[in-house]
């Protein structure tokens, strides 16, 4: 199985300052179809996840251009131009494609 | 405006079953896979199952195998996930989510937990 792994996991932040967490799987996340189906989610406590990016640097409807994504094969790259309070939680990179998805274990954001 | 819209929380003994749903709307049922994924108090996300609703076939993460049951209902956009033999450790929050070639839609979680 894809092993997904985060650094770091924990990530103190000073608000308006950028922000980066890495994602690294076990095997190239490139698919069959030559697309490579990356995905960030945010999780705010007591809300469920919601989608950021996809396919590595896709940022999904409403999503704020401080976002961005970017990598390739195993290795990727969340990065937040500038972090506002909002952005506290937990972020999550996960493999989007058969046969079995999977999460990273997430990095909790905190301000400073 | 895609909503999924997930059944109530559930209470059960050990070694019973649950059966979940989640309620689909604002788009063509059929064309999507839809997921379900759970979270442990205090832990991360956890992938278990999939089911493309056109077709019936479904896949299972290998240590819900042979635990796990998820069907779909094409005439209500409803999926279903059935996990048998519970026990304490199956105490979590469990989400519906729409693939979209990724994860973009989600259910606001069932809560299940175990207990005698």
């Known amino acids: 199985d894809i092993v997904m792994t985060q650094t770091p996991l924990s990530l103190p932040v000073t608000l308006g300052q950028p922000a980066s967490i890495s994602c690294r799987s076990s095997q190239s996340l490139v698919y069959r179809d030559g697309n490579t189906y990356l995905s960030w989610l945010h999780q705010r406590p007591g809300q469920p996840p919601r989608l950021l990016i996809y396919k590595i640097s896709n940022r999904f409807s409403g999503v704020p251009d401080r976002f961005s994504g970017s990598g390739a094969g195993t290795d990727f790259t969340l990065r937040i131009s500038r972090v506002e309070a909002e952005d506290v939680g937990v972020y999550y990179c996960m493999r989007a494609t058969q046969p079995s998805w999977a999460f990273g274990p997430g990095t909790r954001v905190e301000i400073k | 405006q895609v909503h999924l819209v997930q059944s109530g929380a559930e209470v059960k003994p050990p070694g019973a079953s649950v059966k979940l749903s989640c309620k689909t709307s604002g788009y063509t049922f059929t064309n999507n896979y839809v997921h379900w994924v759970r979270q442990a108090p205090g832990q991360g996300l956890e992938w278990m199952a999939m089911?493309?609703?056109?077709?019936?076939?479904?896949s299972y993460a290998q240590r819900f195998q042979g635990r796990v049951t998820m069907t779909s209902d094409t005439s209500a956009s409803t999926v279903y996930l059935e996990l048998n033999s519970l026990t304490a450790e199956d105490t979590a929050l469990y989400y519906c989510a729409r693939d979209n070639s990724a994860f973009d839609y989600w259910g606001r979680g069932t809560l299940v937990t175990v207990s005698s």
């Open positions: 089911i493309y609703p056109q077709d019936g076939s479904t």
